[in-house]
Nanobody
Framework: QVQLVESGGGLVQAGGSLRLSCAAS????????MGWYRQAPGKQRELVAS????????KYADSTKGRFTISADTAKNTVYLQMNSLKPGDTAVYYC???????????WGQGTQVTVSS
């Protein structure tokens, strides 16, 4: 069983930055996408950013474009989310996800809390 371990969350003032990391417990193969999602209290989980490993296509939620950057280091089995110009509306639990259509796995991290104060 693969574990995804997230780190980097915390409390930050509006306008500040945080960098989230998500490391897999072992090497993963045939990854289709690596991504970050978030869930605020009383709301559904939503996509923040995702990266197609074949071709490198990246997708961002409209609310995060220009402020957040997703990247990955496949040698370290790690995906990152650099978050700049944070807003109170970014407050949520952030989850990383690794998905493979070929090998049919869909792994989720345990979540890391991000709180942005005004």
């Amino acid at each position: 069983q693969v574990q995804l371990v997230e780190s980097g969350g915390g409390l930050v003032q509006a306008g500040g930055s945080l960098r989230l990391s998500c490391a897999a417990s072992r090497s993963l193969f045939s990854i289709t996408t690596m991504g970050w999602y978030r869930q605020a209290p009383g709301k559904q989980r939503e996509l923040v950013a995702s990266m197609q490993m074949s071709g490198g296509s990246i997708k961002y939620a409209d609310s995060t474009k220009g402020r957040f950057t997703i990247s990955a280091d496949t040698a370290k089995n790690t995906v990152y989310l650099q978050m700049n110009s944070l807003k109170p509306g970014d407050t949520a639990v952030y989850y990383c996800n690794v998905y493979s259509a070929l090998r049919m796995y869909d792994y989720w991290g345990q979540g890391t809390q991000v709180t942005v104060s005004s």
